[in-house]
């Protein structure tokens, strides 16, 4: 790509157009089935599958763990696996603003193809757009996943039971606090980066080890309060979790101590949430800690029946001080474009 940015001819379906796939995405994203150059990708298909869709509009677009093309290879790869998959297949589409740096774009790209590249899923296709300046904030993604279903049955969000243990991968907050900073200029004590990262590979150990997996879930937006309370929502169940047992990095909880946030409202990008048999809680933990992503996974919770005072769908904090609140979902935005 000769040109310095993003030209609205890149959006015309001409030669700037196929200059900019073949040039920049196919360079990037290259494999046998993206190579054809097809309106759509052949796939061989046989068995159950997963799919998911989502939509990235971080900003900022660069910061300190990812990117946005980085972000939305995990963030889809990460959803397909919560339903006991293992991710194949990405499409991805690009809504680029006239004028953004070709150098930013580039380098995006090149982040999102080595992201798929380790997670081992191939971009297969996808579509690129381009809009005059002002009429979108530089670059949006939308990406579509496709797995196959490895885990039999496979986890659900309403699947939780009586007595579960409730297992968290790892810390909680990182990539919501990191992105908050990185917008506003914020100089933390400490160092705070994203925690984007893919976790087929560790669903995969958690549904082959260990098996019988009730649920999996990663606590993306609303971060893990909203998580476990869909979850409760989802199982008519309570989820009973214990504030001194959840991972919060000393950065991260200094950080919201300073800025009046709540770590257990932040998103996540690289976490799970498992509820398994209490029985096969320390053979899950111990696959989990295997992993980079799960080296300080921990139990913090049971699933417990409704009754007495807590009904069926909430979520029970236990405090540091050994007293018992009710934690609720997330009101309103805390901090829009987070993903």
Same mark, same amino acid.
């Given at each position: 790509?000769?040109? @310095? ?11 700037? /157009? ?16 993206? @190579?054809?150059?097809?309106? $759509? ?28 093309? #980085? ?14 998959? #293992? ?10 603003? *006239?004028?953004? =740096? ?7 790209? +090149?982040?999102?193809?080595? $992201?798929?590249? *380790? +997670?081992?899923? %191939? ?29 039999? =049955? ?10 579960? @243990? ?16 990185? #917008? ?13 990262? @893919? ?21 993306? #937006? !609303? ?16 989820? +009973? ?5 959840? =991972?919060? %990095? ?9 800025? !009046? ?20 809680? *320390?053979? /899950? ?19 417990? +029946? ?5 009904? /069926? ?10 007293? %018992? ?6 009101? !309103? *935005? ?6």
């Amino acid at each position: 790509m000769n040109e @310095a940015r993003v030209l609205l001819d890149y959006g015309s379906g001409g030669k700037a /157009a196929h200059r900019l796939v073949t040039d920049l995405f196919v360079r990037h994203f290259s494999n046998p089935i993206l @190579a054809t150059l097809n309106d $759509a990708a052949l796939l061989e298909f046989s068995g159950q599958f997963a799919m998911s869709t989502d939509g990235y509009t971080v900003d900022p677009l660069e910061f300190p763990g990812g990117d946005i093309g #980085r972000l939305a290879v995990h963030g889809t790869v990460n959803d397909v696996s919560m339903l006991g998959a #293992r991710p194949l297949y990405l499409s991805c589409a690009f809504i680029l603003e *006239e004028g953004l =740096p070709m150098p930013l774009l580039e380098r995006i790209v +090149a982040s999102m193809g080595e $992201a798929a590249r *380790e +997670a081992g899923v %191939r971009i297969v296709t996808g579509d690129t757009k381009v809009v005059p300046r002002g009429a979108a904030d530089k670059l949006f993604i939308t990406t579509t996943g496709i797995g196959e279903i490895i885990a039999k =049955p496979a986890p659900s969000g309403n699947g939780a039971k009586e007595g579960d @243990a409730i297992l968290l991968s790892g810390s909680v907050g990182d990539h919501g606090l990191t992105i908050l900073a990185q #917008r506003e200029g914020l100089s933390l004590d400490a160092d705070v980066a994203s925690d984007s990262a @893919a976790l087929h590979h560790m669903v995969a150990a958690l549904v082959t080890e260990v098996g019988d997996i009730h649920v999996l879930r990663d606590p993306t #937006r !609303g971060g893990l309060a909203t998580t476990l309370n869909e979850i409760a929502l989802q199982s008519g169940v309570v989820c +009973a979790v214990r504030e001194a047992d959840i =991972p919060v %990095r000393p950065g991260v909880a200094a950080g919201c101590a300073v800025l !009046g946030l709540d770590p257990l409202y932040l998103a996540n990008e690289g976490k799970l949430l498992c509820c398994v048999p209490e029985e096969k809680s *320390e053979a /899950a933990l111990h696959v989990m800690r295997r992993f980079a992503e799960g080296r300080y996974a921990a139990a913090v919770g049971r699933v417990e +029946a409704p009754g007495g005072k807590t009904d /069926a769908g909430q979520t029970l904090l236990q405090t540091r001080l050994g007293g %018992r609140r009710l934690l609720g979902m997330l009101e !309103g *935005e805390q901090l829009p474009r987070i993903c």
